[in-house]
Each structure stands twice: as C-alpha cells, then as structure tokens.
C-alpha cells in the first residue's frame, strides 16, 4: 500500500494540469506546513523566526514546469529579489533554484544565461546559491550546467541523489572542481535501470558518499531526516577531525522541526529548506510521497477549504 501511495503522489507531482489548477486556486490543502509563504515578504518572517533560533535558511521560490522564455525571465527575476531581500533584512540565508525554472526544458543557453544573471547579483550581495537535483532526465543536462557554472564561480553547489547507481561515479569524476554538495536520497520515481528502489541499498550509498565527500575536504550537506544518517555524519566527523566549518546539515521546513534545533543546540550548522510561492503543488505531492501519513495535512486543509 505504502508503495502504491508513493508512486501515485509522485505521478501527480508530475502532472502539468493539476500543477496549474492547483496553482490558481490557491495555497490550500495543508501545504502551509511546508511551504513558508504565497510571497518573498511572508517568507521573510518565517526566516526571521529561523535566524532568531539559530537556524540558517535556503530559499526556494517554487515553481516548476516552465514553459516560455518569459516565464523563465519572471522566476529569474523573483530569485534576483529574494536575494536583494536576504541582503537588505540581514538573514542568515541561501538560495536554492530549480533550473526548469530557469528554463532547462526550453534551452541550455537560456537557463546559462539566466543562473549567470543570478550569480552576479549574489556575488555582490556574498549570497550561495545551490542547484536543486530534479529527475534523472534532466540529470546530465544539470550537472553540465553546474560543471560550466562553477568554472566560472565561486558561489554555486549542487545536489547529489544517492539513489542513483552512478552517484559514488560522478562524486569522484566532480572533486575536480572542488564541488560544495548537498548529499540526499533522492525524491523523484526513478526506474530500476538508473536506481536503487531498496530504502537499505539507497541509505548504505548515502553514508559512501558523505563519508567519501567529507574526507575529500569539500563542503558537505547532509540534507537528511533520517536519524540514522545523522549518527553516521556525526561518527565519521568524531573518527576524522572533520572541522564543523566543513560540513552542515539540511533539513525541510515543517518536518521534524525539534531536531532542527538539537542539531543546531549539539553545535551544528543547521540550515532548514524554506520553499515558498504560490506553485506549491508538485513539492507537496513528493513530501506525500516520503510519507503517506503527510496525507493528514490534506485532509485537514480540505476540510477547512
Ligand atoms: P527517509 O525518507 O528515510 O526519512 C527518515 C525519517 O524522516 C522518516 O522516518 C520520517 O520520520 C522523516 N521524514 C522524511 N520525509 C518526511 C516527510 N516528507 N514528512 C514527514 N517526515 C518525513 N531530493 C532531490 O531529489 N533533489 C533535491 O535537490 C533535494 N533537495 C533536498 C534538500 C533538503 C534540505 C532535504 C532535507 C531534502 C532534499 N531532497 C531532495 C529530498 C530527499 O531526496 C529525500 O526525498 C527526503 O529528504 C526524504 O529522505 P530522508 O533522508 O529524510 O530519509
């Protein structure tokens, strides 16, 4: 069953026509305890209350499936904001994009020119960007990108899935250039040709990568609320003299909020992934998907609608 549930949350977080209904009648069905806001302005107060705490912030404004060059240009615009916003509230806080929304199903050069846009104001403003990972069809056309991006900049990550069977590959073949990762599971349905489908084979590869990244001396996300993950970092950290400088961990808005604050009490930089926007649809459908009972945040929000 639980099975079945995660492969129909992840069909429609894939589905172009509810994205849009869903998009235009707006931010309900219990997607607020994951997504900090409709606006750059009501996500400010939720980092604020981050910062207050501790906690450092990324900032994802959502959207996904964009279609025109113009509606590429407006995503690119609303990233552009958000990291003005960032600079001028004084927040502890990054930037993560998605390059679909830069454009990735229109053209390369676009979504090139666009990130290099980005970049340029987040160099002015010392603000870190990271490429969020999307489905394995858009894999190599990202990690291109990102390959291409960072030979030109200092402020650009990326993220790798441990799901995949080439992730411990392209790990190694990327050290070359000195890659800041976000180290994950992975979240999109994937096919047994390209994927682990097995929680333990996608777990065991995810403690190589992150033992293998923090001992290459490259920055390391563990972006994970797994606690069995978070031990392992910890022990690697102990057994190594991994410096704390090195090395954070990531966790998603609205989920699991008190380790936030125990990782961030035990020492550890803690940054929580705060999306928002009203393009909300398809990154609560694949929270769904990690975890079926999230279904109770909808069923609560239908009955409010
Ligand atoms: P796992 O799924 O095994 O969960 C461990 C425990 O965490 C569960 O038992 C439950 O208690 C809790 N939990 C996990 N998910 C939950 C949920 N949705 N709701 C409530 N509780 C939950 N993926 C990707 O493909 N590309 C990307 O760019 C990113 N970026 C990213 C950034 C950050 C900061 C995080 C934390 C995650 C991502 N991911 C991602 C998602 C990632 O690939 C993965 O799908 C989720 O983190 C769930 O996997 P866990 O490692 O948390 O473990």
Known sequence: MERWLRNFFLFLSNNRMITRLAKKYGFHLGASRFVAGKNIEEAVIVIKELNKKGLAVTLDFLGEFVESEGEARDRVNQS?????????ENLDAQLSVKLT???LDISEDLVLENMRRILRI???????V?????????????????????????????????YLYRAEQDLRELHEYE?????????????????????KDVDDQLKKLIKIHLLSGHYTAVASHDDKIIEYTKKVVK????PFE???????????????EKLKDEGYTMRVYVPYGTDWFGYFMRRLAERPANLQFLLKGLFKF
């Open 101 to 103: 929304s830069m454009g």
């Open 179 to 199: 890659p800041h990762f976000r180290l994950v599971k992975g979240a999109y349905k994937e096919s047994v040709e390209v994927a682990y489908q097995n929680k």
């Open 239 to 242: 057994e190594h003299d991994i």
């Open 122 to 128: 987040a160099k002015w403003n010392d603000v870190f």
């Open 80 to 88: 552009i904001k958000a990291i003005e916003f960032i600079r001028r």
């Open 130 to 162: 990271t490429i969020d990972m999307e489905d394995y069809s858009r894999y190599e056309k990202t990690l291109n990108i990102f390959k291409q991006l960072r030979s030109e900049s200092e402020h650009i990550g990326t993220v790798l899935q441990a």
């Open 246 to 260: 090195q090395f954070e961990f990531q966790m998603l808005y609205g989920i699991r909020p008190e380790c936030h």
